[in-house]
């Protein structure tokens, strides 16, 4: 499927019962765009999880923290709504032996993503509510 904002290909995906309650809504599963990283739920998903590095190498390869961290950043656009499932998100991240901070770093250095909220910026808004 392609992304209605920009057109770019979407990653469709389960969500397991303990990040259902990270979803923008009731669902099963979500989809982000490898482009603009919006994530939308989904009610429908395939059942695997994808490998996540197909948006972006700045995407950790171990699913344990690049599910939480693409569940983070498809919420950083709300950063003010969204404040205790990020930081929620932030720490599982960082439990399954990511740098959450440095991967943001990463992935808003990655030119092959335009992510609709400037990750930079909210990097630094997310050290600071930290």
Not at 66 to 72: D, E, N, T
């Amino acid at each position: 499927m392609d992304c209605p904002d920009c057109g770019a290909p979407t990653l469709a995906f389960s969500v397991p019962s303990e990040y259902r309650e990270y979803l923008p809504a009731d669902a099963a599963g979500a989809e982000v765009c490898t482009g603009c990283l919006a994530l939308r739920p989904v009610d429908d998903p395939p059942e695997d999880i994808p490998d996540f590095m197909a948006i972006s190498d700045a995407i950790p390869s171990n699913r344990d923290a690049a599910l939480p961290l693409v569940l983070l950043v498809g919420l950083i656009p709300s950063l003010a709504t969204n404040r205790s499932e990020i930081s929620a998100l932030l720490e599982r991240v960082e439990r399954a032996g990511t740098d959450p901070l440095l991967a943001l770093d990463r992935l808003a250095a990655d030119p092959d993503v335009d992510p609709e909220a400037d990750l930079r910026t909210r990097r630094r808004q997310l050290e600071q509510l930290l």
